[in-house]
């Protein structure tokens, strides 16, 4: 594709039941990352997938929050037991290498809302 | 540990104005600055980038931003604004963690551009 995309665009849940957030990556980039943007509080940094190296997770805020890279591509974020706090937009952005001076592209966002 | 620092939440200014938005950082080694710009309803893209050399860095859309080390500053400055330019900024810096970059976004300053 031609840039990062996610799915889904809006998600609707009720407090208690698991989310998967999708990611789908820039062909080709072995970096991705993933972020939560709330209201007024910029970006918080939750995990960091570089190539076959062990993800930097230092950022996922508690246990129920987990996340997957399937063959170096697709990437899921999976929330257990969500939580109204845990409403916010999460998003992916991919670079071409883990290298820190390359550019990040960025999807459009999931918005979740837990009821 | 890394921090970045916007130090206002929101600018207003008048079309054809000069804007300064602030940036800080801290962190005890050499690292790489951006800022990003996220327009309304649409992702975040990078408007520029200090790697190395020039301590003057020029980005899209007319915006510059000066590295000064010694103030740990990246202030990002426009000469004269234009509507368009209304939107969320953000700051961000990338410092090696394990395995890699890890980047850390400032909270975001919203630009405001009235006519």
């Known amino acids: 594709g031609a840039g990062v995309s996610q799915s889904p665009s809006n998600k609707v849940t009720e407090k208690g039941k698991d989310v998967e957030l999708r990611c789908d990556p820039i062909s080709g980039h072995t970096a991705l990352y993933w972020y939560r943007q709330s209201l007024g509080q910029g970006l918080e940094f939750l995990i960091y997938f570089q190539g076959n190296s062990a993800p930097d997770k230092s950022g996922l805020p508690s246990d129920r929050f987990s996340a997957e890279r399937t063959g170096g591509s697709v990437s899921t974020l999976t929330i257990q037991r969500t939580q109204q706090e845990d409403s916010a937009v999460y998003l992916c952005?991919?670079?071409?290498?883990?290298?820190?001076?390359?550019?990040?592209?960025f999807g459009p966002g999931t918005r979740l809302t837990v009821l | 540990a890394q921090s970045v620092t916007q130090l206002d939440s929101q600018v207003p200014v008048f079309e054809e104005a000069p804007v300064e938005l602030r940036c800080n950082y801290s962190?005890?080694?050499?690292?790489?600055l951006f800022w990003y710009v996220q327009y309304p309803n649409q992702g975040l893209q990078l408007l520029l980038k200090?790697?190395?050399?020039?301590?003057l860095v020029k980005g899209i859309n007319g915006f510059e931003a000066e590295f000064n080390k010694s103030q740990t500053s990246f202030h990002l400055r426009k000469p004269s604004v234009h509507i368009s330019d209304t939107a969320e900024y953000f700051c961000?810096?990338?410092?090696?963690?394990?395995?890699?970059?890890?980047?850390?976004f400032g909270a975001g300053t919203r630009l405001f551009v009235k006519a």
């Open positions: 962190s005890s080694v050499s690292v790489y």
């Open positions: 200090y790697l190395s050399g020039s301590t």
């Open positions: 952005a991919s670079s071409s290498s883990g290298e820190g001076y390359n550019e990040q592209f």
């Open positions: 961000a810096v990338s410092e090696t963690s394990a395995g890699g970059f890890k980047t850390i």
